[in-house]
C-alpha cells in the first residue's frame, strides 16, 4: 500500500432541516487504502458521501484538500468531481444496452460513433474484464440480464476506466453471497494496488468486511473511534453499530434485542388539576388510567407538542421537563389520537403511501420512494393494501385497518414509542383481542405502547402495567 495522504476533509460540518447531520467531522484516506467508515443508522455516513457528490440541501461548510492542496470546495460544486465515484444500491447503468456498452459511454461517446467503432470498443471491454479477473461477464450481453453485484463491479470498473481516484461505495447490502464478496474484495484489492483510494460505508457488523485497510467508526455527525484491521474485532463494531448480518434470512429487529430498556420515564407528570408518575419501556405495554376524557385529550395534545410539565420527564435518556422536545425526538414518537380515518389516513393517498407519511405537513406531496422499496412492501403487504384501498373507496370505517396502517407505518419510521388514545372505542370483544394482538406486535418490534383509557378495565385485558392519575400534593 502506497503510504501517501490523498483525500482530506476537515471541519465538515452540515446542518439539514435545523438537525445537525455533521458535526466537526475529519476524515483523511491514503493512497492505495481500503477504509470502511462504519456507523449505524443516522450517523451521516451517506450524508457525508451526498456532500461530497454535491447533492444535499441545506447549511454545509467544510474543507477540501487532494494531495495536500485545497480544491476551493463550496456547497453544491466540487471542482475535484471527476475524480469521485460514488457507488449508490441502485446503478446507474443503462440496462437495454449491452456491458461494452455501457462501459464505453459516459456521458462523452456519441452512439453514432459508438457503433462505427463497434468492434475496438468490444475488444477494449474484454481486455479490462480479464484484466479485473471479470471474464466470465460477456462483453455483448445486456446489462438488464446480470445480477445486481454484477452491475455495481461494472459500475466501478467503468469509474476506473476514466478516471477516478476516491471509490465511495453505499452498496454493500446488495452483496449477499460470499462468492460476491469475493469478487468485490478480488476488484478493490487490485484498484488500490493501482494508488486507488476506496471508502466503504457500512452499518452492518460483519467478517467480510474485515480486508479493509482501517475503519473510521462515526455516530451523530462526528469521529469517535479510528482502528486498524489487527484491532477491529465483531464486538467492537456491534458496540458501535447495529446487531444484523448481511443475510437473506429474517431475523428479529434490532430493537426487540433491548427489551424492557426503559424508553420514557415521567415522573409527577402534570395534567389539569392531577398528576401521574410512569415509566414505558421497548417491549411492554403500559395503560394510563385517565380520570375522564378531558385528561386523556390534555395528555395527547402534551405528546403532539412535545411540551410537559413535571417534575422530571426523560426520553431518550435526554431530560425535557420545562423544555420543548427536539423534533428529533418527537419524530420517533407516534401519537394517535383516533383510529378513525380523518384522523390517520391522509384520504388523497393509497394505503401504501399512508404507510411512508409520517405526518400531515406532507399531505401536499407524494414522499419519494425507490420504486424497488415499494414494490417490496406492496409484495409484502399486500392484503392489508387491497383491504385499506377498498375501505377508502366504500368510505367504510375501518378502525384496525386504519391501525395496522399505523403500525406499519411507525415500525418504518422507527419509532420508538407509539400512545394510543382509548383505543377500544366502537370495537367488539373480537375486535379489542384484534387489537391486543397488533399492539402486542408492536411490542415485540421492541417498541414501548402507551395506552390512555378512562376504564380501567380496558386497560388490564390490554397492558401488563397500568398507572393512574392522582390528585398532586398541596406545595
Not at 432541516?17 to 487504502?33: P, Q, R, Y
Not at 446480470?146 to 481516484?165: D, V
Not at 453499530?241 to 415522573?267: D, I, K, M, W
Request: glycine share 6%; charged share 25%.
Amino acid at each position: 500500500m502506497i503510504e501517501k495522504e490523498a483525500l482530506r476533509v476537515e471541519n465538515a460540518c452540515g446542518r439539514f432541516l435545523k438537525l445537525a447531520v455533521l458535526d466537526h467531522f475529519h476524515f483523511s484516506a491514503n493512497s492505495g487504502e481500503i477504509c470502511c467508515l462504519f456507523g449505524a443508522h443516522n450517523a451521516g455516513k451517506t450524508a457525508f458521501m451526498q456532500l461530497l457528490a454535491g447533492k444535499l440541501s441545506g447549511e454545509w461548510s467544510m474543507r477540501l484538500l487532494i494531495d495536500g492542496v485545497d480544491v476551493h470546495w463550496s456547497p453544491g460544486k466540487n471542482p475535484a468531481a471527476a475524480l469521485f465515484a460514488f457507488i449508490w444500491e441502485e446503478s446507474r447503468l443503462l440496462p437495454n444496452f449491452s456491458v461494452a456498452e455501457n462501459l464505453c459511454i459516459f456521458g462523452q461517446v456519441p452512439l453514432w460513433k459508438l457503433y462505427i467503432r463497434k468492434n475496438s470498443y468490444e475488444s477494449q471491454t474484454r481486455r479490462v474484464l480479464k484484466q479485473y479477473d471479470l471474464g466470465g461477464i460477456d462483453a455483448h450481453r445486456k446489462v438488464g440480464q446480470l445480477s445486481k453485484a454484477q452491475c455495481i463491479l461494472l459500475e466501478i470498473i467503468r469509474y476506473a476506466m476514466h478516471g477516478a481516484r476516491f471509490f465511495f461505495l453505499d452498496c454493500l447490502p446488495l452483496f449477499q453471497h460470499s462468492a460476491d464478496i469475493v469478487e468485490l474484495e478480488r476488484l478493490l484489492k487490485k484498484l488500490a494496488a493501482e494508488g486507488k483510494t476506496i471508502i466503504l460505508l457500512s452499518n452492518r457488523a460483519d467478517e467480510r468486511l474485515f480486508f479493509a485497510d482501517r475503519f473510521v467508526i462515526m455516530r451523530s455527525g462526528a469521529r469517535v473511534k479510528t482502528a486498524s484491521r489487527e484491532e477491529v474485532t465483531i464486538d467492537l463494531l456491534k458496540a458501535y453499530g447495529e446487531l444484523a448480518q448481511y443475510s437473506a434470512e429474517a431475523e428479529e429487529p434490532a430493537l426487540f434485542q433491548e427489551q424492557g430498556t426503559a424508553v420514557l420515564t415521567a415522573r409527577q407528570l402534570t395534567v389539569l388539576d392531577r398528576a401521574c408518575s410512569f415509566e414505558a419501556c421497548r417491549g411492554r405495554l403500559t395503560g394510563i388510567a385517565c380520570p375522564d376524557e378531558h385528561y386523556a385529550a390534555c395528555l395527547m395534545q402534551s405528546f403532539a407538542s412535545g411540551k410537559f410539565t413535571a417534575a422530571s420527564f426523560r426520553f431518550m435518556e435526554e431530560e425535557y421537563a420545562g423544555k420543548t422536545m427536539r423534533w428529533k425526538s418527537l419524530r420517533r414518537i407516534c401519537a394517535v389520537e383516533s383510529l378513525l380515518a380523518e384522523k390517520t389516513i391522509i384520504p388523497n393517498f393509497g394505503a401504501l403511501d399512508n404507510i411512508y407519511i409520517s405526518s400531515a405537513w406532507m399531505e401536499s406531496r407524494l414522499p419519494r420512494l425507490h420504486k424497488s422499496v415499494r414494490r417490496l412492501v406492496a409484495q409484502e403487504e399486500k392484503d392489508l393494501i387491497r383491504q385499506a384501498d377498498r375501505a377508502m373507496e366504500e368510505h367504510r370505517e375501518e378502525p384496525l385497518l386504519n391501525l395496522r396502517i399505523l403500525a406499519k407505518r411507525a415500525v418504518l419510521m422507527q419509532c420508538l414509542l407509539i400512545v394510543l388514545d382509548r383505543p377500544t372505542r366502537g370495537l367488539d370483544e373480537n375486535g379489542c383481542k384484534e387489537l391486543q394482538e397488533i399492539l402486542q406486535d408492536l411490542a415485540n418490534h421492541g417498541m414501548a405502547v402507551l395506552v390512555l383509557d378512562t376504564r380501567k378495565r380496558n386497560l388490564r385485558d390490554l397492558c401488563s402495567e397500568m398507572a393512574e392519575f392522582q390528585p398532586r400534593e398541596l406545595l
